[in-house]
């Protein structure tokens, strides 16, 4: 089962239990997502996430029975083996985002969790962008559209 199928069926499997224990502030959380996904999409860059995930976490990992999938009521997870990134796909919104876990650098310098590109590596905004722009920017940057479209990665 692809990442796209493991995502749809936990999704909906997710969605109809809160339905049913009447999870108000878990449906609200999910509308936020669905009205962030329609309201920003546009700028988003498409992508397969079965495609994205296979070259991220190895072909093995998407037949695997034991394939690193984590939830909670608004977000399912998947994770690499080294458990250093995280993709965080949106339930109400089928969008997703690349989390680099914390880290410590060869020179020993600690860094937070963070969002990042499709190439692992932290967005690159101009100073330019201030305030607004600057969140708008970034999010461009580190979310992205899942599509089934083929060669999207």
Avoid at 25 to 36: C, F, I, P, S, V
Avoid at 48 to 59: A, H, R, T
Avoid at 73 to 98: H, N, P, T
Wanted: charged share 30%; net charge positive.
């Amino acid at each position: 089962m692809g990442a796209k199928a493991i995502y749809t069926d936990l999704r909906n499997k997710l969605i109809n239990s809160i339905v049913i224990a009447n999870d108000v502030e878990a449906l609200a959380g999910l509308l936020r997502d669905r009205e962030e996904f329609y309201k920003f999409v546009s700028g988003w860059k498409r992508v397969n996430l079965d495609e994205y995930i296979e070259k991220f976490v190895g072909e093995h990992s998407i037949t695997s029975d034991d394939f690193n999938v984590t939830h909670n009521l608004r977000k399912i997870s998947f994770w690499d083996d080294g458990k250093e990134y995280e993709i965080v796909c949106a339930m109400g919104g089928k969008y997703f985002r690349i989390q680099r876990q914390p880290y410590t650098d060869s020179k020993g310098n600690y860094h937070g969790k963070e969002y990042v590109n499709l190439d692992l590596k932290s967005p690159s905004i101009p100073g330019t962008f201030q305030g607004k722009a600057r969140k708008a920017e970034l999010n461009r940057l580190t979310h992205f559209a899942m599509t089934y479209k083929k060669g999207t990665v």
